[in-house]
């Protein structure tokens, strides 16, 4: 079952005294978060996962924070408890995407290649939500480089191969790879 679930947030503090979480997203999708139905949640050492019927949640407004109420969980106590817990959900329970989207799940362990050498600079690792996407890619040797996942630098997504294919302005493996390991 373990391998069937998805990681869309995490649990990093307890909202008011009734029990009520907050959670930092991991997901572009607003409904995973506001939409009532069975979730699952897996405990800090990935032992212990249950399932657990989401209630209501809404977004903090400003923030990039969601505020979830999970039935079963009534107070504070319980709600701290949770503290540091991921929130989970079904894979094969994927919303419909537009096309050039992605869901972060397909996109980790894709090779990465330069387009203008054809040399891989490693694997995907990593998407950073940083107001814009970023592919972390791990070589296998050195830092990692940090690529903005935008049209313009990464042309082609091609799920059926694996791959991805980079085309870097001048200047940014570099940067992005000396910055990144300091």
Partial sequence: M????????????????KGEVKVYPDSDFPE???????RYLRAKDGQDIREI?????????????YILTFSGINDRNAAEDLRGYEVLVDSADLPQLAQ???????????EVYNQQDGNSLGK???????GQDILEVKPIQGANYLIPFVKEIVPVVD???KKI??????????????NYSQ
């Fill in 2 to 17: 373990n391998d069937n679930l998805l990681k869309i947030g995490e649990i990093v503090a307890a909202q008011g005294i």
């Fill in 159 to 161: 799920l059926v191969n």
């Fill in 124 to 130: 995907v690792v990593d998407i950073i939500f940083a």
């Fill in 100 to 110: 050039d989207e992605y869901h972060v799940s397909q996109l980790l362990d894709l």
């Fill in 32 to 38: 995973r978060f506001t939409k009532k139905g069975l």
């Fill in 53 to 65: 019927e989401l209630l209501q949640g809404r977004i903090v407004p400003g923030k990039n924070l």
């Fill in 165 to 178: 294919e980079i085309n870097p302005p001048k200047g940014l493996l570099e940067i992005t790879k000396n």
